[in-house]
């Protein structure tokens, strides 16, 4: 299933709606680095809360998307990632790295709008 | 005691395969950060058959030792097989595009992990993991 994707001024919500397959993800990936460039946008929130699983391969991929991002001058904020989720995320040994992350789709527009550092 | 199976040919498998999972480990009676847990490392061993053997199956049971109750994962292929398993278990190390966590990130999500293979023939990965 494609992900939608919402323009709302400067920034891009990729707001996910059920469980991803890899070529979703990487469908995703595509039309959001494509996206930033045609809008200009110079903020992206991935809205994760939806996922009740994040393996290997989707870590990577959100990760891909926030360097590709930054690559086209925008900043990426993954939101809403689930408790359970972050529990097995650790305890599998995956990180998100230097993506940045707030709990909700209120606080990622927070982040965007301030600029502020909160790196994982 | 109840069974179930899912052949993986594609990556909508791996979805169905973890659901599946995850159905089951309720019953048996984990609850919510275990059962993502074990959601978890069905999708590692089950794109791990799409990667390396392009197809194989899943299947999912209720297992008992005594008291403990618990769930039991097999992941069977009949791919290449793997080489060095001491190598393949480490962090890191892949041979597909992968980031090399598939089987040493699976084994941290669970209590009991081992790994059969034989080059030529095929992968058997076998997981379970006991309800606290």
């Given at each position: 299933?494609?992900?939608?994707?919402?323009?709302?001024?400067?920034?891009?919500?990729?707001?996910?709606?059920?469980?991803?397959?890899?070529?979703?993800?990487?469908?995703?990936?595509?039309?959001?680095?494509?996206?930033?460039?045609?809008?200009?946008?110079?903020?992206?929130?991935?809205?994760?809360?939806?996922?009740?699983?994040?393996?290997?391969?989707?870590?990577?991929?959100?990760?891909?998307?926030?360097?590709?991002?930054?690559?086209?001058?925008?900043?990426?904020?993954?939101?809403?990632?689930?408790?359970?989720?972050?529990?097995a995320?650790?305890q599998m040994?995956?990180?998100?790295?230097?993506?940045?992350?707030?709990?909700?789709?209120?606080?990622?527009?927070?982040?965007?709008?301030?600029?502020?550092?909160?790196?994982? | 005691?109840?069974?179930?199976?899912?052949?993986?040919?594609?990556?909508?498998?791996?979805?169905?395969?973890?659901?599946?999972?995850?159905?089951?480990?309720?019953?048996?009676?984990?609850?919510?950060?275990?059962?993502?847990i074990?959601?978890t490392a069905?999708?590692?061993?089950?794109?791990?058959?799409?990667?390396?053997?392009?197809?194989?199956?899943?299947?999912?049971?209720?297992?008992?030792?005594?008291?403990?109750?618990?769930?039991?994962?097999?992941?069977?292929?009949?791919?290449?097989?793997?080489?060095?398993?001491?190598?393949?278990?480490?962090?890191?190390?892949?041979?597909?595009?992968?980031?090399?966590?598939?089987?040493?990130g699976s084994?941290r999500l669970m209590?009991?992990?081992?790994?059969?293979?034989?080059?030529?023939?095929?992968?058997?990965?076998?997981?379970?993991?006991?309800?606290?």
């Amino acid at each position: 299933m494609r992900v939608p994707i919402l323009k709302q001024g400067h920034y891009l919500i990729a707001s996910i709606q059920s469980a991803l397959t890899d070529a979703d993800l990487l469908q995703l990936r595509d039309d959001l680095a494509e996206m930033a460039g045609k809008y200009r946008s110079y903020g992206i929130i991935v809205d994760v809360t939806a996922l009740d699983v994040m393996d290997s391969f989707a870590v990577r991929t959100l990760r891909a998307i926030a360097h590709i991002l930054k690559m086209r001058g925008a900043r990426t904020v993954i939101v809403g990632i689930q408790p359970e989720v972050a529990i097995a995320m650790v305890q599998m040994g995956l990180t998100l790295g230097d993506t940045f992350t707030a709990l909700d789709l209120e606080e990622g527009l927070e982040l965007l709008e301030s600029g502020r550092d909160r790196r994982e | 005691m109840s069974e179930t199976r899912v052949s993986i040919h594609s990556d909508a498998d791996i979805i169905a395969a973890r659901r599946m999972g995850r159905e089951l480990a309720e019953g048996v009676g984990f609850s919510g950060s275990e059962l993502t847990i074990i959601a978890t490392a069905i999708s590692e061993i089950a794109r791990n058959i799409i990667e390396y053997a392009g197809n194989g199956e899943i299947v999912v049971r209720q297992t008992q030792q005594g008291t403990r109750r618990g769930i039991l994962v097999i992941a069977r292929d009949r791919g290449p097989g793997i080489p060095d398993i001491e190598l393949a278990m480490q962090d890191g190390y892949s041979t597909s595009k992968g980031i090399g966590l598939g089987l040493p990130g699976s084994r941290r999500l669970m209590d009991e992990f081992e790994v059969d293979s034989t080059v030529g023939k095929g992968t058997t990965v076998t997981m379970k993991k006991w309800v606290a």
